[in-house]
Structure formats: structure tokens, C-alpha cells
């Protein structure tokens, strides 16, 4: 397969974008990002997205942004694998440049999810779940992680604010982002006081949903004279059974280890080559699983590097550097585009107080269902 | 790109399955393609679906039937794009095949339409068509279709009877389709007294929906020692406006004409060349609207093709020879994948009475939309 780059990034701030309609959002993204390329047109558009059927009654958002865009005649479709429909979307697309049949596309990750009441919201989510035998018995989809959690405190001996540094490191990494979703900075006394959503996880284990769109541009690399060059270097995508419960061991992601391993493979890399690791942090206990499966951490070990305080953008394992999903936030089809986003700022050195120094290669991993569909993409400058 | 072929292809009966699941429907056609390949597990599942999130509440069906067939572990994403679901699938798979990344895909098409009242079903399909400005003034996806052809009518002089070939051809060929929805012959007569829809399209102008699943296994053509050999010689896919009262010429499907022509280009073959071609007869007005814009006829004139008996499997331009979506069914997400699995009957020469003899080279054209985004394929016999 042929060499492919990243030539343009944009996003919008996540919100409650009540004075938007899903066309609006996806649309200031994507123009952003082919403002950024420098780009008028493209062969060819992939949308990600998870919920416009039940939330915004619209189906088809391939044509419906191709359209709204005046991307006119051009190809388009939409790709949905749940919360990692953004990645899908650009892996999708990375498969159509390298082939060589596409020569240029925009990727937009995009999500409106408060058109609806909260119910309705948490009822289309939990589609992502299995719908005949996990959805049937009245879980939520922050049920199946709490069981999840709860069971991983009780083998490898966690308390509850262990986990605290996940999510303290993202609200302080969003302080300096202005598309994030929260600018808060909270303490481990403020995460171990917050409401409770189903034990063990609180409100600030878990990542805000809202509304938001993040859209990237990608060429055949040999195109780009724009320096640096942020190459795609590794992409890989894999599956675990859909239902958590169908798993010998559910607080292994092995779609991530499969996926991370191939995308490693890819890109001619190690775990400790990444310079920055923007993980989906949906909720914290999904921090250290994906921490453990992508080589990072021992098993029951992910914990240990926020505790350690390696996970800050001077730390040894910078994650979540522009919030992640617990403070930027999670407008779930869109989460995937907005952390390829977010490498690629950081590769460019765009990231002021939050820039990890010298960062040359990036990694961003995209979760859909409880671990049911992992996506991982490995970036590199090239100078 | 490399050259790509369908190694296996699988389908089930399209009917009201009360008796089976989504993930069964889909798993059956799944099998039947596996078998049909001879292999026992492949690199990357691709899914076309338009329905189930709101059908049946479950999303990610990537995951979910990687899960039930047994691909554990490996890619799978799903892909939508309103009825042209399928295709769209199809060319996803192809492109990751093309590019060498992924180097054996299954593809299924899928829809499971009869667990709802019909119409809830009526509302989720309408969910194809622009939310804010065609569905929110009431109009429903045949109503959209009847105002184009009441159109097309005044425009060129047709009677409605000059309609009836399209649909007797379809039902006549389903005859002889196993895995059609119905079987039942008609005649002008008939045609002509059935109850009206939404006028001028009655019930024997639009195809019946229904429940089912068609599936195919690709791979490098230069791995493929079964004869024939199924060559994917074309792949395109274009869009319109979402909305058709957007389009300069409602009673054109533009889509149609750029995806086809950039088919034909890449096969190099023109449309006399097309022994058998697959369209999308969703309503009889688009049988006409695709075998003008495709090629086949002049404006105005594609209903003449059918009065002049030149549609049938003898004829000069054999269209829908296993029932179309008029006769052999419509289940929506699904409907790409039928047409791409008959194809391969016809080249294969599997299609007894309705055999077109001697085809060597098929054409496929699935439409998402009111002919808003349409895919046109062309697959060639490789002896």
C-alpha cells in the first residue's frame, strides 16, 4: 500500500451546541480542515458517526455532508463501530488512499447527541451493547464498565481514588485546549466527593457526552510539501466478542492488544517509542486497561502510572495531553477523529503548555462498546 | 491497486423471517459465502446496514457478527449508506483488499425490517431523505419517488401502463429465484388494477421490503484457482444533493451517470458491453431513471427499453434477471450485496431459466437515497 499523510486537521468545541444542527457542526470541522490543507475539494468523504439515526432522525451522512460541504458528486459513506467510529471512519479512508483508486479524502467525525432528553441519549448508546443479551437484562452501558471496574479493584487490590490521576491529568490537560468540554481542574478530594453513576464509578470516572465534530484531510504522502510531513505510519483494527460477559477474561482489551501489536508491527515501533498516547479514556478504569493491553503497563498495573505521575505531558507516558475523553469530551462517533486531531497538533508542536517535548511519534486508540471494536493508529513527523 | 475477485458468494430467502434474528439471518448468508469459498476465516468483515439501530437496537454490527460467526479477534466495522448500504460495503472491502492491507474480506448485507409495525419502519426509512427539509414537511420516501415520476410522465408523454414491463420482467425472472420474496406472476392488466401508494405509484411500481442477507468473499484475484474467475473490474461511487428538490433536474440521477462512467473507465468497457445489469428498481420510475443515466438510453427513453422487450434475460439489455428488488425483494442495507451475489450467478452461469447466455461481463447499481448516492460495479468472467 502506498505511503499516506495528514495534510489538514479541524474540530469544533465540544458542547452543548444548542443554536447547531449536526450538519452545522460537521461542517465548521470539516471546512476547518480543508481550510488547513489548504484543499478546495477531495476524491472522496467518510463520515463517522454512531447515533444521527436515533437522535437527529437522519440517516445517509455521507451525502448529507458531501452536500452541505459542496464536496458535489464526489463519493461519500458513512462508517459506525460505536464510540470508535471515528478511527473506523479513518481507517476507511486511510484503506482508499493507500489503494490508490482515492487520491485525496476528508475524514469528519461528528455526533449531536443533545437534541434528545438524557433517557433517550442513554438508551441510543446502549445499541453499541448486545442488544439481545446484555441490553435485554436493563444494563447501561456504564453498568457493563462498573462491573468491570468493581472487579478489577477487587483482583489487583486498587481502592477507589487510585484512579484519581486519570482523570485529574485530563481536566488539567483541558485547561489548555479550547475545544474542550470542561475547563476545571479537580483534585483527588473533588474525585473521591463525586455523585455517584453506578458503583464504582462517579461522575468523575466517567467522560461527558456533547456535541462535537473533528475532520482530518489525507493524501498520498509524496503529495505534501508541508513540513513537517505527519505520516500514518500504523493502523490496525480488531474485535473481542461484543457481550463483556462472553469473555474468558473481561479486564483484558485483547482488541487492543491485537490491534496495538499490528499497528506496532506497522509502523516499525515499540511501546516505548510513543511520545504521546491519546487513549480513550470513557471512563477510568478504561485508562488503565488500554494502558496494559497496548504493552504500557503489567496486568493490574495501568493504575500505577497516573500514581506514579507518568502520564502528564512531562511524564514518561504522556496520555490524554488535550484532555482525552474525560475533559475534552466524548461526542462518541466523533472521539476517534478528534484524537487523530489531537496527535497530530501534538506532532506539529502546536500544543503550548501541554506540548510534549520533541514529540516525533503518536499513538491513538479508539474504543467502541466495552472494548468490542479497538482502533489504533500510530503517527510520525517527518521533517 | 491489485486486482481483486469473489472467491464465494451466499444468500438467504428474502421473506417476513418471524422465526429468525438478525444476527441468524445475517450468519446464515455469512456461512453460505465462507463455504462457498472454502475457507474457514477471513481478515476483515464489512457490514452494510441501514436499519438495525432502530430496528432492532443494536448498532456496531461489525462486532456483533464477527462475534457470531466466529471471526474473533479480526477487523470488522459496518457501513451505511441509506439503501445503498451494501455496495458501499462491498467497495469498503474492496478498497482495503486493493490497498494490500487486508488480504481476504467478507462482506455481508443485512437488513431485518419485520420486527417493527410497518409504520415505524416507514419513519426509519425515511430517515434516508433530509431530515430538516424533506421529511420534516411530511413526505415519505415513496412519496419523494411519486413526485418524480408523475414528473417524468408529463415531461416525455409516458401512461403509467408503459411502466408495467419493468415490473412484469422482474416478477417473471423471480420465478426462477429460490431466494426471491415473491412468486407470482403479472400482467398489464394487473399492474394497471393494483392499489394505489402514492400517486402515480401503486403497489406493483414499488419493491416489497422484507428481511434477509447476501454475502461474498474477496480476495487478490492472483490467489484464486477456482474457474471462473470473478474479476472486480469496476468500482465507483458518487453522490447527489441529499434532497432532491435541491437538484437542478430532478429526472436525472447524476450519480448514476458519474459513478457508472467511472466504472466503465476503469473497466474499460462501455455499455454495450454489459451482458447483464443488476439495477435498483426500488420503484419503477428508477429502472428507467438508472438505464438512462447508466447509458442505455436516451433521456426520456428508458422506459421505451422495456415496451421494446428488450429488458428481459433474451434481451438486449437483460435487467433485474433474478426479480430485481421489484420481485426478489428489498431488504434495504442488504440489497447492494443480492445484486453483487447475482451478478456472480450470471457469470458463473448458475441462473437456469433466467441464464443470460454467454455473459461474460455484469454490472451492479445500488442507489442510497433518491438517488443521492449510487455505486456502480462491473465484474468480469476470467476463464
Redesign the interface.
Known sequence: ?RQVAILGIGQTKIDEHWDK?L?EIGGDAAFAAMQDAGMETVD?LYVGN?LS??V?????????F??WIG????????????CGSGA?AF??AL??V?????DSALVVGVEKMTDKAGRDVT??L???A???YE?EQGISFVGINALVMRRYMHEYGWKHEDFAPFSINSHANAMHNPYARLHEKISVEKFERSAMIATPINLLDASPTGDGAAAAVIVPADKVMRKPRILISG?????????VH?RKDPMFL??AY?SSRRAYEMAGVTPSDIDVFELHDAFSIMAALSLEASGFAERGQGVRLGLDNEISPQGRVPVCTRGGLKARGHPVGATGMYQIVEVVQQLRGECGKTQVDGAKIGMAQNI??SG??ILTHILKKDD
Chains 1, 2 share one sequence.
Open positions: 500500500m444542527s450538519r472522496a454512531m439515526s436515533m437527529s432522525g437522519q440517516n445517509q451522512l455521507g451525502t448529507f458531501s452536500d464536496l458535489w458528486r464526489q463519493e461519500a459513506v458513512k462508517i459506525e463501530a460505536a473506523a481507517r476507511s484503506m482508499a493507500a489503494s490508490g483508486d482515492v438508551a441510543a446502549a445499541t453499541a448486545d442488544a439481545d441490553v493502523s490496525a483494527s480488531a474485535t473481542d466478542t461484543i457481550a462472553s485483547q482488541a491485537s467502541g462498546g468490542a471494536s
